[in-house]
Every structure is written in C-alpha cells, then in structure tokens.
C-alpha cells in the first residue's frame, strides 16, 4: 500500500523560499517520485522528478535553478525546495510516483499510479 502526503505548503512573499515534504510510505520501486502543480483554470504541470534507483533528476524549463528535487530515503520523504518564488508560481502541489508508461516523459502526468492529495502554496507581491 502507497501513500503519498504532501507538507508545507504557505503563504509566502515573492523572493522567499519555501521547502515542500511528501512522505511516500510504502514506496519502495525504483521508479519515478515527481512534482506537479496546478493553478485555477490551467493543466497540470510537472516541475521535476527524481529517478529512485540512480537518483537522476530533471527539471521543467519553468522551474529549473530555482527548484531543487530530493530525496530522502531513511526518512521514506521526497522533497521540493523552491527558492525565488513569484505570483506564477502560486498553485496547489502535488507529489506523484510510480510512473507505469512513458518514462521518456517523467514530468507528464500521464502513468503515475499514485498522488498525494495536494498542499496549496500562495505567493504574494
């Protein structure tokens, strides 16, 4: 049984720096653990994912040198440390895992068997 939780979504101001946790209980595949959001009246969007078995990571166009995707596997936490956050960047995240089709695509949504249930992040000007 996988469950996936995600933590520390906030208000904050632009310029700051928030960290977001996703606890991934029962998760053991080596596989894909990623990052999603979405915002009022748009698609789903993948920010970046992180290849359990070798650690690889990849980042969207949009997010990449300002998020950062972890892992901690001790802790059974994935993690997304966002930094010079903006207005754009307000949505509610998600954390997803297990990609079971198209890995050449690890941020589409589409195959990912399990979702968190979301944590909203507010960014002020």
Do not use: H
């Amino acid at each position: 049984q996988v469950t996936l939780v995600e933590f520390g979504g906030d208000s904050v101001q632009a310029g700051g720096t928030l960290t977001l946790s996703c606890t991934t209980s029962g998760y053991t595949y080596e596989n894909f653990l990623a990052w999603f959001r979405q915002a009022p009246g748009k698609e789903r969007e993948g920010l970046a994912a992180i290849y359990t078995g070798g650690g690889s990571t990849y980042y969207s166009d949009s997010v990449k040198g300002r998020f950062t995707i972890s892992r901690d596997r001790a802790k059974n936490t994935l993690y997304l440390r966002m930094d010079r956050l903006g207005p754009l960047d307000t949505a509610m995240y998600y954390c997803a895992g297990y990609k079971s089709s198209g890995w050449s695509r690890p941020l589409s949504a589409a195959g990912y068997k399990y979702w968190g249930q979301g944590t909203q992040v507010t960014v002020s000007s």
